[in-house]
C-alpha cells in the first residue's frame, strides 16, 4: 500500500468519509449469502461526485485498486475485496439524495447509493411508478442495480434495470468524470457508452448518478396464487393470461412445492395460501391505471385456467394484506433456502418456449447423477430467468463440496447453453461464475470483453479479478 494513501484520502473525503476500525469496516467485507469475504485497508465514503473523482485520482496516481459497493446484496461476491489487504472498498451509501423528480419528462435524477424503495416511494409520491422490485429493495442502492443489470419481478413488462435507465454520470478509473446524465428517449450520436457502464460490476468505473424513467401508477392491482399440474403448464398458463390480460400481466413468478415447503419451514408468519399440495405455484400480478380493470381480467383468466387445467386451484388477494402474504412467500426464498442447506444456485435464461424441456432434462440429469441432491426450482419465468437452485447439505467437507458443486455447476450449465441459455441472467458474473465464463463465452466475444476492459482500466484498477 502506498505510504501515505490514508492521508491524502481523508484529504479528500474528510474524516467522516473513511471507516479504518475493523468493527466498522465488517459489514462491507462478507457479502450477503456468507460466501465471500476479504480485508480492505479502508472503506471510503465520498459524499459527492467531485469526491469519488478526487479519490478515483488519488488511487490512479498511487495504483491503488479500487472495489466499488452500494448496498451489498449482490449475489455473486462482486462487491467484496480480496483477501490480500490491498484493495480499497469504495461505498456509495453516502451519496443517497434523490435530485429531481420530473413528472412531465417521467424521469427520476438520483444519486449512486439510494436505496431502492427509496426510489420507488419516490415515485409513487409524485403519482408515478417505478418498477424495478426485488427481495433485497429494502437495502440494494440503484447504483449497485445499474453496476448488475438487475432484474427482479417486473421484467416481462417493463425491463430490466437498463431498460429503466435514461443516463448515467460515471467516475472513470484515472478520475475523470463522464457526464452522460442525459434524459433523452432517443439519441443515436455515436456509441452507446451508458450501456456498457450498465452490467459491468464496477470493472468499468463508478456509477455516482442516473436518469431513470417512470411510468404511469398503476392504480389497480390483482394477485393470485394458482396451483398447477406442472411446470409446464405454468409457461402455457402465461401464454393464455397474456392472451387475456395483454401487458397488463406485471409479474409471473412460479415456484416448485419443494421450494414452497422450504420457505414455509424456515420464514415466520408464512402459510400455505392453498388448502391442498400442487406440483407447482405461480403468483401472478396484474396491475392497470384504473383501479377496476385488473381484478376483472383476473377473474376472467383464472376461471378459463380451471376449466382448461392448467391450473387446479387459485386464490386471489381480497386486501392489501393478503397480497404481502403472497408475496413475503415468494421474497422469503433466499434467506430460505440458505437456512435448508448451501445452495448452488444457478441463475438461468432461457427462450421462454425451452423452460418446460429445460426442466424436465435438468431433472433428469439431476436424478440420474445426484440423487441425493434436492431441487429447489423456482424463478421468473415470465422473462425466462429460472433460478435451478441445487441444495447440497450444510456438513459437507470441503473437498466434496468443491467437487460436487464444479460437477453440478457443469452439468446445469452446459445444459442450458445447450438450450441456447444464458449462465446468467440477473445476478451478473462477479467471483461466482468468472472462471466459468470462459467455457461458455466464444474467444471474439472474450476478446471484445477483454478490448474494453483495456481501453477504460488499462492499469486494472476498477474491481480487479472479477468478471473477467
Ligand atoms: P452491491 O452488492 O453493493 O454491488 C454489486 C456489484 O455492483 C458489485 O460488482 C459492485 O462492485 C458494483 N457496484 C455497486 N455500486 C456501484 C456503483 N455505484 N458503481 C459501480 N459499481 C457498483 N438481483 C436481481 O437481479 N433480481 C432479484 O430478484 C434479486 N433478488 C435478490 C433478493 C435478495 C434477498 C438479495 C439479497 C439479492 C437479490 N438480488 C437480485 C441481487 C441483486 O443484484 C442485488 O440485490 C442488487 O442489484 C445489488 O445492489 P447493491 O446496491 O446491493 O450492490
Ligand atoms: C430471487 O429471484 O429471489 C433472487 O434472484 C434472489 C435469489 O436467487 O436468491
Ligand atoms: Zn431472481
Not at 322 to 347: C, F, T, Y
Not at 422 to 429: C, F, N, Q
Request: proline share 5%.
Amino acid at each position: 500500500m502506498h505510504s501515505n494513501l490514508i492521508g491524502r484520502l481523508r484529504g479528500a473525503v474528510g474524516d467522516a468519509g473513511l471507516i479504518l476500525d475493523a468493527p466498522g469496516q465488517a459489514t462491507y467485507l462478507t457479502d450477503w449469502p456468507r460466501k465471500w469475504s476479504g480485508t480492505t485497508p479502508v472503506v471510503v465514503r465520498p459524499a459527492s461526485t467531485d469526491e469519488v473523482a478526487a479519490v478515483m485520482r488519488i488511487c490512479h496516481e498511487t495504483r491503488t485498486p479500487v472495489v466499488p459497493q452500494g448496498g451489498n446484496t449482490g449475489m455473486t461476491g462482486a462487491g467484496i475485496p480480496d483477501k490480500q489487504g490491498g484493495q480499497i472498498v469504495l461505498s456509495l451509501n453516502r451519496m443517497n439524495r434523490i435530485l429531481d423528480v420530473d413528472v412531465v419528462s417521467n424521469t427520476m435524477t438520483v444519486e449512486a447509493g439510494v436505496i431502492l424503495q427509496q426510489v420507488q416511494q419516490a415515485a409513487a409520491d409524485a403519482d408515478r411508478f417505478f418498477p424495478l422490485s426485488l427481495g433485497a429493495e429494502g437495502s440494494c442502492t440503484i447504483g449497485g442495480n445499474l453496476a448488475t443489470n438487475a432484474g427482479g419481478i417486473a421484467v416481462l413488462r417493463y425491463g430490466n434495470t437498463r431498460d429503466l435507465t435514461l443516463g448515467v454520470e460515471v467516475v472513470l478509473p484515472d478520475g475523470r468524470v463522464w457526464d452522460g446524465l442525459r434524459a433523452l428517449r432517443k439519441d443515436n450520436s455515436g456509441y452507446d457508452l451508458r450501456d456498457l457502464f450498465i452490467g459491468s460490476e464496477g470493472t468499468l468505473g463508478i456509477i455516482t448518478r442516473a436518469v431513470v424513467k417512470l411510468f404511469p401508477a398503476q392504480h389497480g392491482r390483482a394477485t393470485a396464487w394458482v396451483g398447477v399440474p406442472s411446470h409446464g403448464d405454468a409457461v402455457q398458463l402465461l401464454s393464455m393470461m397474456q392472451s387475456i390480460c395483454g401487458e397488463r400481466i406485471i409479474a409471473f413468478e412460479m415456484m416448485s412445492e419443494f421450494g414452497l415447503s422450504v420457505i414455509l419451514r424456515h420464514v415466520a408468519d408464512t402459510q400455505r395460501p392453498l388448502g391442498d399440495v400442487h406440483p407447482y405455484y405461480v403468483l401472478v400480478e396484474i396491475a392497470d391505471a384504473q383501479r377496476e380493470t385488473p381484478p376483472v381480467l383476473l377473474e376472467e383468466a383464472l376461471a378459463k385456467a380451471l376449466e382448461s387445467g392448467l391450473a387446479h386451484d387459485a386464490v386471489i388477494a381480497v386486501n392489501d394484506r393478503q397480497r404481502q402474504a403472497m408475496w413475503k412467500i415468494r421474497e422469503g426464498v433466499s434467506q430460505a433456502q440458505l437456512r435448508e442447506g448451501n445452495p448452488l444456485k444457478h441463475d438461468i435464461a432461457l427462450p421462454i418456449a425451452q423452460i418446460a424441456p429445460f426442466i424436465d432434462a435438468a431433472d433428469a440429469l439431476v436424478a440420474a447423477h445426484f440423487p441425493q441432491l434436492p431441487v429447489l426450482n423456482f424463478g421468473h419465468i415470465g422473462d425466462g430467468n429460472l433460478h435451478y437452485n441445487v441444495l447440497l447439505p450444510h456438513d459437507l467437507c470441503d473437498d466434496e463440496r468443491e467437487r460436487l458443486t464444479r460437477e453440478v455447476n457443469l452439468k446445469i450449465h452446459d445444459l442450458a447453453i445447450a438450450y441456447r441459455g444464458s449462465i446468467s441472467a440477473e445476478h451478473g458474473v462477479g467471483l461466482l461464475r468468472r472462471d466459468e465464463l470462459r467455457r461458455y463465452k466464444s474467444a471474439v466475444e472474450t476478446d471484445l470483453m477483454l478490448a474494453i476492459k483495456r481501453a477504460l482500466d488499462p492499469d486494472q484498477l476498477m474491481n480487479p479479478g472479477k468478471v473477467l
